[in-house]
């Protein structure tokens, strides 16, 4: 059966669909409006949940912090030196961070010590006062009163006075040295300190606060915060022109006359004598160190240079204390030459 479609009627059924779809425009308005009220209260609400949280962030480091306070017996000066410490902090809020965290800690004083006048005693005794003192031997130094119990240092000054000792532990005022000689600083004086880690040859300045000779002999050195980097090797070395006999080690050869070129704690670089010796070859070496006492030590040849007339060695197995009378005497040479001139 065939379907009959009124034209007229057809017509009138879309324009009502349309008219249907067709708004005034304060209707427009008033969606548009509603859209935006809702879009602002979402912005509202996000903005006061973010302030709730972080209120509450806040509450929490303040507990952190007066908890982690409670434990410590801290004087006035030195709660004034964590404030001033705290304005580096980039949340000053979490300045809890300070009495917990050590490298949070190193990272404020570091920028407080290069913008501003502060005392250097002052803020490592906070730190001792705060735990911060010994740290992993192999990272860097922040200050003396990070340097590990046992580290070996050599004490230099201007008059030509030396001394040689282990560290023996801090104080809030002080870093206590155990001298492996007599006493020969006096009071008062300026010195420079040199150590090393493996990170490699470190020094500091200072000024000997006391000497002790009983019950223990002790020098009482100022803290430094100001530690600076000599060298990177793993042992002190230093050019200098100093005779020393040569030959095989193990063999009874007549010892050959030669010079070391440089010096350290590891190793050496020496003239060739008559170019005898290559690389491999395991030396036996006659020198004295200070100008008086005799050592004998053994090292293996690297590599030569220069043609083979440089031959650049390693030495053996050493102790610690006949390293220290190496690296000791080319401090000795040093300041001895100061001196004179």
Excluded: W
């Amino acid at each position: 059966m065939p379907i009959i479609l009124d034209k007229q009627k057809l017509e009138d059924f879309l324009d009502d669909i349309s008219r249907g779809f067709q708004q005034s425009l304060l209707q427009i308005l008033l969606a548009l409006a509603l859209l935006l009220l809702f879009i602002g209260f979402l912005i509202f609400m996000y903005k006061l949940q973010k302030k709730r949280l972080r209120d509450t962030r806040n509450r929490r480091y303040v507990e952190l912090y007066e908890a982690a306070m409670a434990k410590l017996n801290l004087n006035p000066s030195e709660l004034h030196l964590l404030e001033r410490l705290s304005r580096y902090l980039k949340t000053p809020e979490r300045k809890y961070l300070l009495l917990v965290n050590h490298s949070t800690f190193n990272a404020c004083a570091s920028r407080l010590c290069r913008e501003e006048d502060v005392r250097e005693v002052s803020l490592s005794a906070l730190r001792i006062n705060l735990g911060f003192s010994e740290q992993h031997p192999e990272r860097i130094p922040s200050s003396t009163a990070e340097l590990p119990h046992g580290l070996p240092v050599l004490i230099t000054s201007r008059i030509g006075k030396r001394a040689t000792g282990r560290v023996a532990g801090s104080q809030p005022q002080s870093l206590i040295i155990s001298p492996t000689e007599p006493i020969k600083l006096p009071c008062g004086i300026p010195v420079r300190v040199y150590f090393q880690n493996r990170s490699g040859i470190f020094s500091f300045t200072s000024h000997v606060q006391d000497t002790l000779e009983k019950p223990e002999p002790a020098i009482h050195l100022a803290h430094s915060e100001t530690i600076r980097r000599t060298q990177r090797r793993a042992y002190y070395r230093k050019k200098l022109s100093l005779p020393i006999f040569v030959r095989p080690a193990g063999s009874e050869e007549k010892p050959l006359l030669s010079a070391f070129l440089d010096l350290g704690g590891g190793g050496a670089s020496l003239r060739n004598p008559q170019n005898r010796f290559k690389a491999g070859m395991d030396l036996e070496l006659t020198f004295h160190p200070s100008g008086t006492d005799r050592l004998s030590l053994t090292a293996k040849v690297i590599r030569a240079s220069r043609g083979g007339k440089v031959l650049h060695v390693r030495f053996g197995t050493i102790t610690n204390s006949v390293r220290d009378r190496i690296i000791g005497s080319l401090f000795l040479k040093a300041r001895t030459r100061k001196v004179k001139g």
